[in-house]
């Protein structure tokens, strides 16, 4: 059976009646006299310790609770993708996940540094131009000939390259073709670049046009330089 130990109250007493003599005898505010204070409040708590011996009690050990059955964690379901509630815009953002998702496998696949290098910037300009259109969806419009055609004829393109690649051999047909995808993907990455920069045009007029107005409000109120 374990044994608690219980000290006596007596020993805290003394610490108090320690200090309350010191203080009346010494000035408590000096360091000195405060660190001898601590020193002789602790010798008493040590005597009054020998005087009045702690006493022990003994404690029944608590019941053993019965262990606990687990349970068999339920499945979950598998979390959809939430959709935007607009069908076109939702089809648009699947195909962007996938296109992205295909040319980094393709990326992966293919080993040439000079093409991967290519595909990289494909697939960073493909992911920007799908991310503007989502947060833009009245641009949709203007984006879908790039997901209708541009999109799939590239990952194609680069699917027949990869798949060239693969069989190790540098025939007349596999070879021709591989290097004609080579001297394309500049061409692909340059109308990718002119995609991502058109989306962009309505923007670009409206900060002109805010730009217009503040010139000539600063002109007006006259706090332009004056043009000669």
């Known amino acids: 059976m374990a044994k ?44 009054a310790q020998k005087i009045w011996k702690p006493k022990y009690e003994e404690i029944e050990p608590a019941p053993e609770k019965p262990p606990i059955a687990e349970k068999e964690p339920e499945p979950q379901p598998e979390s959809e993708p939430e959709g935007t509630g607009n069908p076109e815009l939702d089809a648009f953002i699947a195909e962007g996940r996938r296109a992205v998702g295909e040319m980094n496998r393709l990326n992966d696949n293919i ?61 007349e047909n596999i070879g021709g073709t591989m290097r004609k995808i080579e001297d394309m993907l500049d061409t692909i990455v340059a109308a990718f670049e002119k995609q991502l920069d058109n989306l962009f045009s309505e923007e670009a007029m409206d900060i002109s046009a805010d730009i217009t107005v503040l010139e000539n409000m600063i002109e007006r109120e006259g706090f332009s330089e004056p043009k000669f």
């Open 4 to 47: 608690k130990k219980k000290s006596s109250v007596m020993s805290i007493y003394a610490v108090a009646i320690a200090w309350a003599i010191y203080g009346l005898c010494f000035p408590l505010y000096s360091i000195k006299h405060f660190v001898l204070a601590t020193l002789f409040s602790l010798l008493c708590r040590g005597v």
């Open 111 to 171: 080993a040439d540094p000079d093409i991967t290098l290519r595909i990289s910037r494909l697939t960073e300009l493909t992911g920007k131009i799908f991310a503007h259109v989502t947060a833009n969806p009245h641009k949709l419009s203007r984006a879908r000939k790039f997901v209708n055609y541009y999109v799939p004829t590239t990952i194609k393109l680069l699917n027949a390259y990869d798949r060239m690649g693969s069989q190790g051999i540098e025939g």
